[in-house]
C-alpha cells in the first residue's frame, strides 16, 4: 500500500500531546482522522484533517471512523488525577471488537508506569511517582491498570501497543530511549514533542515493532 493511501486515526487528539501527534503525522503525509467530544478549531479548519465528533460510548459513529483506518493512535485519559468513572476500558474494548468487524489491526495506546511490565527492575522514583499517584489519583490510577488489563485481555489477535511514559514535559525534541524501569537506561520524564516523534515513527515501521507489548519511553 502507498504511503498516501495510509490514515492515521488519533483519538485524544486535542490533548497537547494529540495535537503535536496530529502535526508529526500531517508532517510524515499520513491521511489525518480525528475522532473526540470536542474539536479543536485549527483542527476543524484543516482541510488535510477528516474530523468526527462523538462520546467514547457511540458504536456506529466509532465504527464509522474506524472503518478503513491503517493505524489508531490513542493518547486519551483523565486529564486530572481524579476521574469521576472509569469509562476508558470499555471504550477500548468497543475498539477492540470494532478493530475486528472492520479488519484494523494494528493501535498504539499510552499508559504509564502505574502499569507494570515483568522485565522492570526496582526504581525508587518510579516507585514514589506511582505511589503519589495511587495515593493522591487513586481513581485515575484504577483507570490505567484496568486498562492494562483491557489490553491483555481483550486485544487478542491485534497488532496492539501500550506504551509506558511517566510524566510529560514541553520541551524537546531530545533523544528518545525506550525501555524498562529500573534499567538503567529509561528516565521519567519524556517530551510531548517526543511521544509524537515515537508514535507516528512506530506507526510508520513496515515491519510492526513491539506488538503485544508495553514499552517505556523517555527523553534523554
Ligand atoms: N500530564 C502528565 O504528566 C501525564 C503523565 C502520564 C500520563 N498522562 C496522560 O497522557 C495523555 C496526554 O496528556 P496531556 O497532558 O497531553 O493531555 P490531557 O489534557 O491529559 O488529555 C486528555 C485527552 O483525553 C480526552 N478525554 C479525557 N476524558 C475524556 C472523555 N471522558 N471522553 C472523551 N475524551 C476524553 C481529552 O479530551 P478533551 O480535550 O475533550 O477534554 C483529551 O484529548 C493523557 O491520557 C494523560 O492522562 C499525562
Redesign the pocket.
Known amino acids: 500500500m502507498e504511503r498516501e493511501t495510509k490514515s492515521i486515526l488519533v483519538?485524544?487528539?486535542?490533548?497537547?500531546?494529540?495535537q503535536l501527534i496530529v502535526e508529526e503525522a500531517l508532517t510524515n503525509n499520513w491521511n489525518v482522522k480525528i475522532y473526540?467530544?470536542?474539536t479543536l478549531p485549527k483542527h476543524a479548519e484543516n482541510p488535510a484533517i477528516t474530523t468526527v465528533e462523538g462520546?467514547?460510548e457511540d458504536v456506529e459513529k466509532l465504527r464509522q471512523v474506524i472503518r478503513g483506518t491503517t493505524v489508531i493512535v490513542s493518547?486519551?485519559?483523565?486529564?486530572?488525577t481524579k476521574?469521576k468513572n472509569t469509562?476508558?476500558p470499555s471504550?477500548y474494548k468497543r475498539v477492540f471488537e470494532l478493530m475486528r468487524e472492520e479488519k484494523v489491526k494494528r493501535i498504539i495506546a499510552?499508559?504509564?508506569f502505574s502499569v507494570s511490565h515483568p522485565n522492570d527492575r526496582f526504581s525508587l522514583v518510579c516507585r514514589l511517582l506511582v505511589g503519589m499517584l495511587w495515593l493522591f489519583g487513586n481513581s485515575?490510577w484504577k483507570n490505567l491498570v484496568e486498562v492494562g488489563k483491557t489490553f491483555d485481555e481483550h486485544a487478542g489477535g491485534l497488532e496492539w501497543t501500550l506504551f509506558r511514559?511517566?510524566?510529560?514535559?514541553d520541551q524537546g525534541p531530545a533523544k528518545i530511549v525506550q525501555g524498562y524501569v529500573g534499567d538503567g537506561k529509561l528516565g521519567m520524564g519524556v517530551n510531548?514533542v517526543d511521544v509524537a516523534r515515537w508514535v507516528v515513527g512506530q506507526a510508520s515501521r513496515d515491519k510492526t515493532e513491539n506488538v503485544g507489548d508495553k514499552p517505556g519511553i523517555s527523553s534523554a
Open positions: 483519538f485524544g487528539a486535542s490533548s497537547p500531546t494529540g473526540g467530544r470536542r462520546t467514547l493518547v486519551l485519559g483523565p486529564s486530572g476521574i469509562p476508558f471504550f499510552l499508559s504509564t485515575a511514559v511517566g510524566f510529560l514535559k510531548r
